[in-house]
């Protein structure tokens, strides 16, 4: 079911549950994600995939789901000769898609959305997002970000999912594109050790979400599992907020042969010690399925 409670006020109670990863939902399903728009082209042609992977989420456990829009820009649809209208609809049906699985899970506990927005970088789609540092001024990637979060906090989300952000320039950015909008929003890098992937300090990263009244969590998320437990902490201590994370499964992304190499380090006895400390907003992000969250919600609860 929807909640009446608020994500801020769960927070505050305990741990939530996130989703994890829409992509390899999709294609263990059988869907062609080789495409530039990656899951976002699904929301076009085949909306009810995306319901469906959603859905595969609830049903394990997870008690927020984040929508397919992480690769969603104007700027990506009109590569496909997708207009903006158009463009716009396919957002919000990003979230529709969402609230329909959760009406379709038939569960007594609360659920919420999360409208996903990816770094510029993933409009781009060379892997670019792992790296920041895209040789934009903040007020040009303010720019980019504005518009279409404006047409995802209108379809009325839970939360604005600030996403896989790599560059501290570009969280400074996205923190200014959300003010004003009515939703709150969670703010998650990308991270290499204790630094963005574009190198720069946690704790100074970190810190920009401080003061955001907007900003409901931060953390980490898209990195590796051995990574998170140190960045979780340095988030709660320097934030005082809530922290999100949810790590890929371990393995690596090949940008130029767009698959993914290693084997997977991401395991649910590692969770007990996210929420320890401070995690409270826990899943997984790529090659994290279904069988994964339910191994964490079980852990959550077990804990």
Sequence with gaps: MTSTLTLAEALAAGTVVLDGGMSNQLESAGHDLSDELWSARLLDEQPEAVTEAHLAYFRA???V???ASYQATFEGFAKRGINRDRAAE??????ESAREAARRASVSRPLWVAASAGPYGAMLADGSEYRGRYGLSVDELERFHRPRLEVLAAARPDVLAL???PDADEAAALLRAVRG?????WLTYSVAGDRTRAGQPLEEAFALAAEADEVIAVGVNCCAPQDVEAAAATAARVTGKPVVVYPN???TWDAEARAWAGRS???TGQVKSWQQA???LIGGCCRVGPDGIAGIAGALAAA
């Excluded at 396919?90 to 979230?95: D, H």
């Excluded at 909008?181 to 929003?185: F, I, Q």
């Design 90 to 95: 396919i957002m919000a049906l990003s979230v």
């Design 65 to 67: 789901a984040i929508t």
């Design 181 to 185: 909008l009515g939703v709150p929003a």
């Design 265 to 267: 380090t991401f395991t």
């Design 61 to 63: 456990g997870a008690d």
């Design 163 to 165: 996403e896989t952000v």
């Design 278 to 280: 401070g995690a409270r």
């Design 249 to 251: 499964s371990g393995e």
